[in-house]
């Protein structure tokens, strides 16, 4: 049986340490969060959660630091390494070292894909990993899967399609093997020169069935869930190679058309150009409503780290 034991004081780095169990525990704790956030409660009371965050991160690192503050504790950090002594010159394991000091807990993201685990390696604190270079993002892939459950009921029996940068996008890295837990099928749409990670394709040999296609419109049909990502710009070698695809996948009303009655389109943002505006209408259109598991989901990591829960 899992329990709260098995979390507290331990780093949450990659989803690949999470089972079915575990996975679903984490679930059912976020739900009790869900009336607690505008009930207000002050489980973790005089704690404090470190957010470092060396690269850009809108809902990330918000969400972080709103789901420690509505669980009644306080949050330091930095959004840019710029004004750290990452400038200066200084390891990230240093600032670690340091920073564990002041709090109890800490979110970071970092674009080292190792970054997660050397930080946990040194910390004497739970390291929570809000994204490691293009490795994984497994909070991310907890939510994601917390809104699925929410929107079809049960993620047993789905064909959820992963959409566009599978070889950079760390959200679908966390998500592919978090979803080979359950009974799921996958349709893994890509340009051939962004196919999902092997490292991710070889962890989940055996437990997901999955089938890689370039073409959406052959495969929009067949889903119950689109997760689309954005082609990730900043881990290309070139700006020329990103330019070559850019524009791979553009999700428009004409699009959506295709798509099974009830799909729903899910996205982890920030969007480029994958999903036109046009869509947020759209009854199925749920990556604003997906941002709001990240509060519940968050809440109800940070707490079982803490060991308050
Ligand atoms: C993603 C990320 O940072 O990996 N955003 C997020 O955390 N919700 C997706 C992206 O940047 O494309």
New binding site residues.
């Given amino acids: 049986m899992v329990g709260p034991s098995r979390f507290k004081g331990k780093s949450f780095i990659s989803m690949r340490d999470y089972n079915r169990d575990e996975i679903d525990f984490i679930h059912g704790v976020a739900d009790e969060m869900m009336p607690l956030e505008a009930e207000g409660t002050d489980m973790a009371k005089g704690r404090v959660m470190g957010a470092l965050f060396f690269e850009p ?1 809108t ?2 690192r918000l969400s972080f630091e709103s789901a420690m503050l509505r669980l009644g504790g306080g949050v330091t950090g930095f959004a840019d390494p710029g004004v750290s002594s990452a400038k200066k010159g200084e390891t990230m394991e240093d600032t670690i070292k340091t920073v564990e000091n002041y709090v109890d807990i800490i979110a970071m993201r970092h674009p080292d894909e190792w970054s997660s685990r050397k930080a946990a390696a040194v910390a004497s604190i739970p390291i929570l990993n809000g ?1 490691s270079g293009s490795w994984e ?1 497994p909070t ?1 892939a907890v939510l994601d899967m917390h809104c699925i459950k929410h929107a079809k009921g049960s993620l047993d029996g789905l064909t959820v399609g992963l959409c566009g940068d599978l070889l950079y ?3 679908v890295h966390s998500l592919m093997i978090g979803l080979s837990n359950y009974d799921v099928k996958l349709k893994l749409i890509s340009p051939k020169k962004l196919a999902m990670r092997e490292d991710v394709i070889k962890y989940t040999e055996g437990k997901v069935e999955w089938e890689a296609t370039e073409d959406l419109t052959k495969v929009i049909g067949d889903l119950d869930v689109l997760y689309a ?2 082609i ?1 710009k900043e881990r290309f070698p070139s700006e020329e190679e990103y330019k070559r695809f850019a524009d791979a996948y553009i999700i428009d009303n004409k699009m959506m058309a295709k798509a099974k009655k009830g799909m729903v389109l899910m996205h ?3 969007r480029v150009n994958e999903i036109a505006t046009e869509v947020d209408s759209h009854p199925g259109a749920l990556y604003f409503k997906q941002v709001h598991h990240g509060i519940w989901v968050r809440m109800a990591i940070i707490a079982l780290a803490l060991g308050v829960y």
């Fill in positions: 991160s809902r990330t994204g993002h991310q996008g760390r959200t990502t954005r990730q982890p943002l920030p």
